[in-house]
């Protein structure tokens, strides 16, 4: 039986996501390939799984209820925007994080270990602060992309407080990938927020596209 495809993240409020997505218009126009993440589905990464069987996602709950209990709540400003692997030849178009970046990259350490422990491979790179608006799927044509992502490189998003973190599940399909929460844990809290014995989120209100 498929496992389930599965990231832990952060997600974004809705009044940044607003801002991201009148950004995310003003680039559509650039003539560039590029397969943009639909706005209800921006966030931020800590790690990736891959696929998990749904038996081990309670225990992926319980692990990370441990190692972030003691983290309290943070702020971060998210602005900024960028192109990975470099501006010249742009991959993935990334908002960034500026304010509080050096705290999720700790919380994202406290989750590594957290998944060390269930015998899951850190990330193959670095963690980087960011949050993914589109995938390139041509290098050609590029040009007037990376101009207009020049104009937009110091905007600002706006500032949310990192709250909880949430296991999700990814479900790939020819319109985006849909994305639900199985579980939702608070920062600075023993227990998760919201938990099914299934390894689903309970309502629909917590699916999101991209």
Not at 78 to 98: E, K, Y
Request: aromatic residues 6%.
């Amino acid at each position: 039986m498929a496992g389930i495809r599965t990231f832990i993240a952060v997600n974004i409020t809705p009044e940044i996501i607003e801002k991201m997505a009148m950004v995310q218009t003003a680039l559509r126009n650039a003539e560039t390939a590029v397969q943009w993440a639909r706005p209800d589905g921006l966030h931020l990464t800590l790690q990736f799984l891959g696929e998990v069987s749904e038996a081990h996602v309670p225990l992926i709950g319980q692990q990370l209820a441990k190692v972030i209990r003691t983290t309290k709540p943070f702020p971060i400003t998210i602005a900024g925007v960028g192109a990975f692997p470099t501006m010249h030849h742009p991959r993935i178009v990334w908002a960034g994080v500026t304010e509080g970046a050096q705290a999720l990259r700790a919380l994202a350490t406290k989750v590594e270990h957290a998944m060390r422990t269930l015998d899951f491979s850190p990330e193959e790179h670095p963690f980087t602060p960011h949050v993914t608006l589109g995938r390139v799927k041509s290098p050609r044509e590029t040009a007037l992309l990376l101009t207009r992502l020049a104009q937009y490189a110091d905007q600002s998003f706006g500032v949310m407080i990192v709250r909880e973190i949430a296991v999700m599940r990814s479900i790939l399909s020819p319109a985006g990938a849909q994305y639900t929460p199985m579980r939702v844990l608070a920062l600075d809290a023993p227990e998760v927020i919201n938990a099914s014995s299934s390894g689903d989120c309970d309502s629909a209100d917590h699916t999101f596209s991209s």
